[in-house]
Protein backbone atom coordinates (compact mmCIF):
# COMPACT_ATOMS: atom_id res chain seq x y z
CA UNK A 1 0.00 0.00 0.00
CA UNK A 2 1.30 3.12 -1.22
CA UNK A 3 1.23 6.73 0.59
CA UNK A 4 1.64 9.93 -0.19
CA UNK A 5 0.90 13.81 0.87
CA UNK A 6 -1.63 14.72 -1.90
CA UNK A 7 -3.19 13.01 -4.81
CA UNK A 8 -4.43 14.46 -7.56
CA UNK A 9 -7.11 12.48 -9.86
CA UNK A 10 -6.76 13.83 -13.45
CA UNK A 11 -4.01 15.21 -15.60
CA UNK A 12 -5.50 18.11 -17.23
CA UNK A 13 -4.98 21.42 -17.02
CA UNK A 14 -6.64 21.74 -13.23
CA UNK A 15 -5.03 18.84 -12.06
CA UNK A 16 -1.41 19.62 -13.26
CA UNK A 17 -1.60 23.14 -12.34
CA UNK A 18 -2.93 21.58 -9.32
CA UNK A 19 0.09 18.95 -8.33
CA UNK A 20 2.43 21.45 -9.36
CA UNK A 21 1.31 24.12 -6.51
CA UNK A 22 1.32 21.39 -4.02
CA UNK A 23 4.54 19.83 -5.27
CA UNK A 24 6.15 23.48 -4.71
CA UNK A 25 4.70 23.65 -1.58
CA UNK A 26 6.36 20.87 -0.38
CA UNK A 27 4.18 18.08 -0.46
CA UNK A 28 4.90 14.55 -2.16
CA UNK A 29 2.44 14.71 -5.22
CA UNK A 30 0.85 11.51 -7.08
CA UNK A 31 -1.27 12.69 -10.23
CA UNK A 32 -3.10 9.03 -11.03
CA UNK A 33 -4.34 9.67 -14.65
CA UNK A 34 -7.18 7.38 -16.50
CA UNK A 35 -5.71 7.68 -20.18
CA UNK A 36 -2.22 6.27 -21.40
CA UNK A 37 -1.08 9.96 -22.09
CA UNK A 38 -2.06 13.17 -20.68
CA UNK A 39 -4.45 15.17 -22.93
CA UNK A 40 -7.67 16.41 -21.35
CA UNK A 41 -10.66 18.46 -22.81
CA UNK A 42 -8.08 21.39 -22.44
CA UNK A 43 -5.86 20.01 -25.21
CA UNK A 44 -8.98 20.03 -27.64
CA UNK A 45 -8.91 23.86 -27.12
CA UNK A 46 -7.30 26.92 -27.83
CA UNK A 47 -6.16 26.99 -24.37
CA UNK A 48 -6.75 30.30 -23.79
CA UNK A 49 -7.04 31.62 -20.29
CA UNK A 50 -8.38 35.46 -19.43
CA UNK A 51 -6.26 37.44 -16.92
CA UNK A 52 -7.34 40.94 -15.90
CA UNK A 53 -4.29 43.73 -15.07
CA UNK A 54 -1.26 41.68 -16.47
CA UNK A 55 1.73 43.56 -17.41
CA UNK A 56 0.75 42.03 -21.22
CA UNK A 57 -2.10 44.38 -21.03
CA UNK A 58 -0.16 47.23 -19.63
CA UNK A 59 2.45 47.42 -22.48
CA UNK A 60 -0.83 47.08 -25.22
CA UNK A 61 -2.29 49.95 -23.21
CA UNK A 62 -5.79 47.86 -22.38
CA UNK A 63 -6.95 49.54 -19.01
CA UNK A 64 -8.23 46.27 -17.27
CA UNK A 65 -8.81 44.88 -13.45
CA UNK A 66 -10.32 42.22 -11.71
CA UNK A 67 -13.23 43.91 -10.60
CA UNK A 68 -14.23 44.40 -14.70
CA UNK A 69 -13.15 40.66 -15.17
CA UNK A 70 -15.59 39.63 -12.67
CA UNK A 71 -18.40 41.93 -14.18
CA UNK A 72 -17.75 40.78 -17.68
CA UNK A 73 -18.92 36.61 -16.22
CA UNK A 74 -21.33 37.38 -14.06
CA UNK A 75 -23.28 39.60 -16.55
CA UNK A 76 -23.15 37.19 -19.34
CA UNK A 77 -25.70 34.97 -16.95
CA UNK A 78 -27.27 37.35 -14.77
CA UNK A 79 -25.48 36.83 -11.78
CA UNK A 80 -27.02 33.44 -11.49
CA UNK A 81 -23.62 31.57 -10.06
CA UNK A 82 -21.33 32.11 -7.01
CA UNK A 83 -20.27 35.58 -7.02
CA UNK A 84 -17.27 34.98 -3.95
CA UNK A 85 -15.80 32.38 -6.60
CA UNK A 86 -15.94 34.39 -9.42
CA UNK A 87 -14.55 37.54 -7.55
CA UNK A 88 -11.85 35.24 -5.70
CA UNK A 89 -10.47 33.67 -9.44
CA UNK A 90 -10.64 36.95 -11.45
CA UNK A 91 -8.61 38.55 -8.50
CA UNK A 92 -6.33 35.74 -8.99
CA UNK A 93 -6.23 35.96 -12.60
CA UNK A 94 -2.50 37.77 -13.24
CA UNK A 95 -1.09 36.15 -10.37
CA UNK A 96 -1.80 32.74 -11.83
CA UNK A 97 -0.55 33.52 -14.62
CA UNK A 98 2.51 35.06 -13.83
CA UNK A 99 3.06 32.28 -11.76
CA UNK A 100 2.77 29.51 -14.84
CA UNK A 101 4.90 32.16 -16.69
CA UNK A 102 7.74 31.91 -13.83
CA UNK A 103 7.66 27.96 -14.18
CA UNK A 104 8.26 27.92 -18.12
CA UNK A 105 4.51 27.74 -19.79
CA UNK A 106 5.00 31.01 -22.35
CA UNK A 107 1.66 32.51 -22.37
CA UNK A 108 0.88 35.88 -24.03
CA UNK A 109 -1.90 37.92 -24.76
CA UNK A 110 -4.01 37.36 -27.65
CA UNK A 111 -3.72 40.28 -30.47
CA UNK A 112 -6.48 41.15 -33.12
CA UNK A 113 -9.80 40.62 -31.27
CA UNK A 114 -12.00 40.57 -28.11
CA UNK A 115 -14.06 37.35 -27.42
CA UNK A 116 -18.06 38.13 -27.37
CA UNK A 117 -18.49 38.71 -23.45
CA UNK A 118 -15.15 40.26 -22.61
CA UNK A 119 -14.80 43.85 -22.64
CA UNK A 120 -11.06 43.88 -23.20
CA UNK A 121 -8.55 42.41 -24.60
CA UNK A 122 -6.75 40.07 -22.03
CA UNK A 123 -6.83 36.34 -23.34
CA UNK A 124 -3.34 34.50 -22.43
CA UNK A 125 -2.22 31.98 -24.63
CA UNK A 126 0.67 29.61 -25.33
CA UNK A 127 2.78 30.56 -28.89
CA UNK A 128 0.41 28.50 -31.44
CA UNK A 129 -2.81 28.90 -29.39
CA UNK A 130 -3.23 25.49 -28.68
CA UNK A 131 -4.70 23.49 -25.74
CA UNK A 132 -2.39 20.64 -26.22
CA UNK A 133 0.60 22.92 -26.08
CA UNK A 134 -0.62 24.50 -22.72
CA UNK A 135 -0.77 21.06 -21.41
CA UNK A 136 2.86 20.06 -22.82
CA UNK A 137 4.06 22.93 -20.79
CA UNK A 138 2.04 22.37 -17.98
CA UNK A 139 3.29 18.29 -17.74
CA UNK A 140 6.78 19.91 -18.04
CA UNK A 141 6.86 21.80 -14.93
CA UNK A 142 5.17 19.59 -12.93
CA UNK A 143 7.81 16.80 -13.48
CA UNK A 144 10.41 19.24 -12.51
CA UNK A 145 8.75 20.30 -9.41
CA UNK A 146 9.02 16.06 -8.49
CA UNK A 147 5.82 15.47 -8.91
CA UNK A 148 4.77 11.58 -9.65
CA UNK A 149 2.48 11.10 -12.78
CA UNK A 150 0.69 7.08 -13.13
CA UNK A 151 -0.52 6.73 -16.76
CA UNK A 152 -3.82 4.25 -16.69
CA UNK A 153 -4.40 4.46 -13.44
CA UNK A 154 -8.16 4.96 -13.04
CA UNK A 155 -9.56 6.30 -9.42
CA UNK A 156 -12.25 3.99 -9.05
CA UNK A 157 -12.85 4.95 -5.61
CA UNK A 158 -12.90 7.29 -2.29
CA UNK A 159 -12.50 5.59 0.77
CA UNK A 160 -13.80 7.55 3.98
CA UNK A 161 -11.92 8.20 7.31
CA UNK A 162 -14.35 9.35 9.07
CA UNK A 163 -16.58 12.31 8.69
CA UNK A 164 -16.13 15.27 6.11
CA UNK A 165 -12.80 13.72 5.40
CA UNK A 166 -11.17 11.02 2.86
CA UNK A 167 -8.38 8.76 3.87
CA UNK A 168 -7.12 6.64 0.68
CA UNK A 169 -8.35 5.80 -2.89
CA UNK A 170 -8.42 2.66 -4.94
CA UNK A 171 -6.91 2.76 -8.20
CA UNK A 172 -7.54 0.18 -10.87
CA UNK A 173 -5.08 -0.61 -13.26
CA UNK A 174 -6.01 -2.01 -17.10
CA UNK A 175 -5.45 -5.58 -15.85
CA UNK A 176 -8.52 -5.29 -13.36
CA UNK A 177 -5.78 -5.11 -10.38
CA UNK A 178 -6.87 -2.52 -7.82
CA UNK A 179 -4.32 -0.75 -5.59
CA UNK A 180 -5.12 1.31 -2.41
CA UNK A 181 -3.47 4.40 -1.94
CA UNK A 182 -3.44 6.34 1.56
CA UNK A 183 -3.95 9.99 0.92
CA UNK A 184 -3.58 12.92 3.04
CA UNK A 185 -5.47 15.17 0.98
CA UNK A 186 -6.95 14.28 -2.31
CA UNK A 187 -8.01 16.72 -5.61
CA UNK A 188 -10.37 15.51 -7.81
CA UNK A 189 -9.84 17.16 -11.22
CA UNK A 190 -11.31 14.91 -13.91
CA UNK A 191 -13.25 16.90 -15.94
CA UNK A 192 -16.71 16.76 -16.58
CA UNK A 193 -19.17 14.63 -17.70
CA UNK A 194 -19.79 15.70 -21.46
CA UNK A 195 -17.89 12.00 -23.02
CA UNK A 196 -21.34 10.12 -21.14
CA UNK A 197 -24.09 9.98 -23.44
CA UNK A 198 -26.24 9.08 -20.68
CA UNK A 199 -25.27 11.60 -18.28
CA UNK A 200 -25.78 14.49 -20.92
CA UNK A 201 -29.27 13.28 -21.69
CA UNK A 202 -29.99 13.53 -17.83
CA UNK A 203 -28.04 16.17 -16.99
CA UNK A 204 -28.12 18.59 -19.90
CA UNK A 205 -31.52 16.89 -22.34
CA UNK A 206 -31.13 20.24 -24.78
CA UNK A 207 -27.84 18.64 -25.80
CA UNK A 208 -28.54 15.12 -25.81
CA UNK A 209 -27.85 13.58 -29.46
CA UNK A 210 -25.35 16.38 -30.16
CA UNK A 211 -21.61 16.10 -31.56
CA UNK A 212 -19.55 15.81 -28.16
CA UNK A 213 -16.21 17.01 -29.33
CA UNK A 214 -14.88 16.43 -25.97
CA UNK A 215 -12.16 14.27 -24.65
CA UNK A 216 -13.86 10.62 -23.88
CA UNK A 217 -12.52 10.21 -20.65
CA UNK A 218 -14.57 12.85 -19.12
CA UNK A 219 -17.32 10.23 -17.94
CA UNK A 220 -18.06 11.69 -14.42
CA UNK A 221 -16.95 9.02 -12.38
CA UNK A 222 -17.21 11.41 -9.85
CA UNK A 223 -21.05 11.94 -9.71
CA UNK A 224 -21.43 8.59 -8.43
CA UNK A 225 -19.34 9.62 -5.53
CA UNK A 226 -21.46 12.46 -5.09
CA UNK A 227 -24.35 10.28 -3.99
CA UNK A 228 -22.54 8.05 -2.19
CA UNK A 229 -20.89 10.37 0.16
CA UNK A 230 -23.56 13.30 -0.15
CA UNK A 231 -21.45 15.50 -1.73
CA UNK A 232 -23.30 18.87 -2.57
CA UNK A 233 -23.64 19.63 -6.63
CA UNK A 234 -24.88 22.66 -9.14
CA UNK A 235 -25.52 24.10 -12.33
CA UNK A 236 -25.57 20.48 -13.75
CA UNK A 237 -27.00 21.63 -17.05
CA UNK A 238 -23.88 24.26 -17.44
CA UNK A 239 -22.42 23.42 -20.50
CA UNK A 240 -20.17 24.81 -23.14
CA UNK A 241 -21.30 24.34 -26.77
CA UNK A 242 -19.82 25.89 -29.60
CA UNK A 243 -21.72 26.86 -33.03
CA UNK A 244 -19.05 26.56 -35.31
CA UNK A 245 -17.84 22.43 -35.18
CA UNK A 246 -16.68 22.06 -38.77
CA UNK A 247 -19.04 19.23 -39.86
CA UNK A 248 -17.10 16.02 -40.14
CA UNK A 249 -14.26 17.30 -39.12
CA UNK A 250 -14.14 17.64 -35.94
CA UNK A 251 -12.01 20.96 -35.66
CA UNK A 252 -13.84 24.37 -34.30
CA UNK A 253 -14.21 27.04 -36.55
CA UNK A 254 -13.04 29.52 -34.34
CA UNK A 255 -16.19 32.17 -32.92
CA UNK A 256 -13.70 35.22 -34.30
CA UNK A 257 -14.98 34.34 -37.80
CA UNK A 258 -18.61 35.47 -36.60
CA UNK A 259 -17.53 38.26 -34.14
CA UNK A 260 -15.50 40.76 -36.60
CA UNK A 261 -18.09 40.47 -39.06
CA UNK A 262 -18.86 36.91 -40.17
CA UNK A 263 -22.52 35.88 -40.37
CA UNK A 264 -24.28 32.38 -40.30
CA UNK A 265 -26.96 30.89 -43.13
CA UNK A 266 -29.10 28.42 -43.08
CA UNK A 267 -29.79 25.78 -45.62
CA UNK A 268 -32.06 28.47 -47.43
CA UNK A 269 -29.21 30.85 -47.21
CA UNK A 270 -30.99 32.53 -44.46
CA UNK A 271 -29.29 33.77 -41.25
CA UNK A 272 -31.39 32.60 -38.20
CA UNK A 273 -29.39 34.37 -35.03
CA UNK A 274 -27.28 37.04 -33.80
CA UNK A 275 -23.73 35.44 -34.28
CA UNK A 276 -22.24 38.15 -31.58
CA UNK A 277 -24.06 36.77 -28.82
CA UNK A 278 -21.41 33.81 -28.42
CA UNK A 279 -20.43 30.45 -29.69
CA UNK A 280 -22.10 28.45 -26.24
CA UNK A 281 -25.72 29.31 -27.24
CA UNK A 282 -25.28 29.42 -30.79
CA UNK A 283 -24.67 25.44 -30.55
CA UNK A 284 -28.45 24.94 -29.77
CA UNK A 285 -29.55 27.25 -32.63
CA UNK A 286 -27.51 25.75 -35.25
CA UNK A 287 -28.48 22.44 -34.69
CA UNK A 288 -32.50 23.73 -34.49
CA UNK A 289 -31.46 24.61 -38.53
CA UNK A 290 -29.97 20.80 -38.56
CA UNK A 291 -26.95 22.58 -39.23
CA UNK A 292 -25.48 25.82 -40.93
CA UNK A 293 -22.65 27.23 -42.92
CA UNK A 294 -20.46 30.09 -41.68
CA UNK A 295 -19.22 32.58 -43.81
CA UNK A 296 -16.12 35.20 -43.17
CA UNK A 297 -14.24 37.02 -45.56
CA UNK A 298 -10.29 37.55 -46.09
CA UNK A 299 -10.08 40.47 -43.60
CA UNK A 300 -11.28 38.04 -40.56
CA UNK A 301 -9.25 35.33 -42.35
CA UNK A 302 -6.43 37.01 -40.92
CA UNK A 303 -7.16 37.25 -37.70
CA UNK A 304 -7.98 33.35 -37.54
CA UNK A 305 -4.72 32.32 -38.72
CA UNK A 306 -2.94 33.06 -35.80
CA UNK A 307 -4.34 30.01 -34.41
CA UNK A 308 -3.25 26.62 -35.35
CA UNK A 309 -7.07 25.28 -35.23
CA UNK A 310 -7.36 27.31 -38.43
CA UNK A 311 -4.75 25.53 -40.18
CA UNK A 312 -6.01 22.18 -39.15
CA UNK A 313 -9.20 22.98 -40.84
CA UNK A 314 -7.18 23.80 -43.56
CA UNK A 315 -5.54 20.89 -43.98
CA UNK A 316 -8.78 19.20 -43.60
CA UNK A 317 -10.57 20.81 -45.86
CA UNK A 318 -12.98 22.09 -43.85
CA UNK A 319 -12.76 25.84 -45.23
CA UNK A 320 -13.84 26.72 -48.80
CA UNK A 321 -13.01 29.69 -50.35
CA UNK A 322 -14.88 31.53 -52.89
CA UNK A 323 -14.46 34.24 -55.37
CA UNK A 324 -18.08 35.52 -55.74
CA UNK A 325 -21.28 35.05 -54.06
CA UNK A 326 -22.14 32.89 -57.63
CA UNK A 327 -19.44 30.93 -56.81
CA UNK A 328 -20.03 31.02 -52.47
CA UNK A 329 -23.78 29.25 -53.42
CA UNK A 330 -22.36 26.79 -55.82
CA UNK A 331 -20.25 25.56 -53.09
CA UNK A 332 -22.12 25.29 -50.76
CA UNK A 333 -24.98 23.75 -52.43
CA UNK A 334 -27.25 27.30 -51.55
CA UNK A 335 -29.54 28.97 -52.83
CA UNK A 336 -28.01 31.99 -54.79
CA UNK A 337 -30.99 34.73 -54.57
CA UNK A 338 -31.67 34.05 -51.17
CA UNK A 339 -27.80 34.07 -50.05
CA UNK A 340 -27.18 36.90 -52.34
CA UNK A 341 -29.87 39.12 -50.72
CA UNK A 342 -28.47 37.96 -47.21
CA UNK A 343 -25.04 39.14 -48.17
CA UNK A 344 -26.31 42.41 -49.37
CA UNK A 345 -29.11 43.18 -46.37
CA UNK A 346 -26.02 42.85 -44.14
CA UNK A 347 -23.74 45.04 -46.50
CA UNK A 348 -26.88 47.88 -46.15
CA UNK A 349 -26.96 47.19 -42.19
CA UNK A 350 -22.87 47.88 -41.92
CA UNK A 351 -23.04 50.95 -43.51
CA UNK A 352 -26.38 52.21 -41.65
CA UNK A 353 -25.29 50.92 -38.19
CA UNK A 354 -28.83 49.68 -37.86
CA UNK A 355 -29.73 46.80 -35.77
CA UNK A 356 -30.77 43.48 -37.49
CA UNK A 357 -34.10 41.75 -36.67
CA UNK A 358 -32.03 39.85 -34.65
CA UNK A 359 -30.70 42.87 -32.67
CA UNK A 360 -27.44 42.17 -33.43
CA UNK A 361 -25.27 45.38 -35.36
CA UNK A 362 -23.03 45.15 -37.87
CA UNK A 363 -19.93 47.38 -36.26
CA UNK A 364 -17.27 45.56 -38.59
CA UNK A 365 -16.85 46.86 -42.56
CA UNK A 366 -19.08 44.61 -44.59
CA UNK A 367 -17.92 41.09 -45.77
CA UNK A 368 -16.32 41.55 -49.15
CA UNK A 369 -14.74 38.34 -51.46
CA UNK A 370 -13.25 36.29 -52.01
CA UNK A 371 -15.48 35.04 -49.16
CA UNK A 372 -14.16 31.80 -46.84
CA UNK A 373 -16.81 29.82 -45.71
CA UNK A 374 -17.39 25.99 -43.87
CA UNK A 375 -20.45 23.52 -43.33
CA UNK A 376 -20.62 23.58 -39.31
CA UNK A 377 -23.05 21.86 -36.55
CA UNK A 378 -23.87 22.88 -32.80
CA UNK A 379 -21.65 20.68 -30.41
CA UNK A 380 -20.92 20.11 -27.01
CA UNK A 381 -17.73 20.86 -26.09
CA UNK A 382 -17.79 20.37 -21.85
CA UNK A 383 -19.78 20.44 -19.09
CA UNK A 384 -19.73 23.63 -16.29
CA UNK A 385 -21.86 21.74 -13.56
CA UNK A 386 -20.18 20.22 -10.66
CA UNK A 387 -18.99 19.75 -7.20
CA UNK A 388 -19.89 22.70 -5.14
CA UNK A 389 -16.75 23.79 -3.44
CA UNK A 390 -15.66 27.57 -1.52
CA UNK A 391 -13.10 29.54 -2.52
CA UNK A 392 -10.37 27.24 -0.98
CA UNK A 393 -11.40 24.43 -3.16
CA UNK A 394 -12.75 21.93 -0.27
CA UNK A 395 -15.69 20.21 -1.61
CA UNK A 396 -18.90 20.73 -0.24
CA UNK A 397 -21.02 17.84 1.87
CA UNK A 398 -24.86 18.96 1.24
CA UNK A 399 -25.05 19.92 5.05
CA UNK A 400 -22.88 22.56 3.83
CA UNK A 401 -19.89 21.26 5.93
CA UNK A 402 -17.15 21.34 3.89
CA UNK A 403 -14.71 18.18 3.34
CA UNK A 404 -11.08 18.98 5.36
CA UNK A 405 -8.91 17.04 2.64
CA UNK A 406 -11.10 17.03 -0.15
CA UNK A 407 -10.61 19.69 -3.46
CA UNK A 408 -11.73 19.95 -6.68
CA UNK A 409 -11.54 21.69 -9.45
CA UNK A 410 -11.73 22.25 -13.09
CA UNK A 411 -14.59 20.53 -14.66
CA UNK A 412 -15.15 18.08 -11.72
CA UNK A 413 -16.23 21.30 -9.55
CA UNK A 414 -18.84 23.82 -10.44
CA UNK A 415 -17.98 26.30 -12.68
CA UNK A 416 -18.46 29.80 -13.32
CA UNK A 417 -20.94 30.01 -16.11
CA UNK A 418 -24.58 29.65 -13.99
CA UNK A 419 -27.22 26.95 -15.72
CA UNK A 420 -27.63 26.44 -18.97
CA UNK A 421 -25.44 27.45 -22.22
CA UNK A 422 -26.15 31.36 -22.25
CA UNK A 423 -23.62 32.30 -19.70
CA UNK A 424 -20.31 30.42 -20.63
CA UNK A 425 -17.62 33.45 -21.93
CA UNK A 426 -14.39 32.32 -23.50
CA UNK A 427 -11.97 30.95 -21.14
CA UNK A 428 -14.29 30.43 -18.11
CA UNK A 429 -13.08 26.74 -17.89
CA UNK A 430 -9.63 27.82 -18.04
CA UNK A 431 -9.87 30.31 -15.68
CA UNK A 432 -11.29 28.27 -13.07
CA UNK A 433 -9.10 25.12 -14.41
CA UNK A 434 -5.86 27.17 -13.66
CA UNK A 435 -7.20 29.45 -10.29
CA UNK A 436 -9.26 26.99 -8.35
CA UNK A 437 -6.18 24.47 -9.89
CA UNK A 438 -3.87 26.03 -7.97
CA UNK A 439 -5.77 26.66 -4.79
CA UNK A 440 -6.57 23.46 -4.40
CA UNK A 441 -3.09 22.32 -4.86
CA UNK A 442 -1.69 24.78 -2.31
CA UNK A 443 -4.88 23.74 0.68
CA UNK A 444 -4.27 20.12 -0.54
CA UNK A 445 -0.14 20.44 0.44
CA UNK A 446 -1.19 22.55 3.70
CA UNK A 447 -3.55 19.88 5.17
CA UNK A 448 -0.65 17.42 4.35
CA UNK A 449 2.03 19.17 6.26
CA UNK A 450 -1.06 19.21 9.08
CA UNK A 451 -1.61 15.78 8.77
CA UNK A 452 2.71 14.56 9.64
CA UNK A 453 2.46 17.55 12.18
Same mark, same amino acid.
Given at each position: ???????????????? *????????? %?????????????????? !??????????????????????????????????????????????? #? #??????????? =??????????????? =????????????????? *???????????????????? *??????????????? *?????? $???????????????????????? &?? #??????? $??????????????????????????? !?????? /??????? =????????? !???????????? &???????? $????????????????????????? &??????????????????????????????????????????????????????????????????????????? $???? =????????????? &?? /?????????????????? %???????????????????????????? #???????????
Amino acid at each position: MAQVDVLVAGAGAAGL *VAALAAAEA %GATVLVAERDARVAGTTA !MSTGLIPAAGTPEQARAGIADCPERLAHDILAKHGGRTDARMVEELA #R #RSAGVVAWLQR =HGVPLSLVAGFTYPG =HSVRRMMGTPHRTGAEL *VAALLAAVEAAGALLLTRAR *VAELLPAGPARIGAV *VLERPD $GALERVEARAVVLAMGGFAGDPGR &VA #RFIPAMA $GAVAHTHPGCRGDWIDWAVELGLEMAD !MDSHQG /HGGLALG =HAVPILWAS !MTEGGIQVNRAG &VRFHDESR $GYSEAAAAVNAQGGAVSIWDARIQK &VLDQFDDTAEARRAGAIVAAASVTDLARRLDLPQGPLAATLAEVETLARSGRPCRFGRRFTHPPLAPPYHAARVT $GALF =HTQGGLVVDTQAR &VR /HVSGQPFANLFAAGGTAR %GLSGPGAAGYIAGNGLLAATGLGRIAGE #RAAAVAREGRA
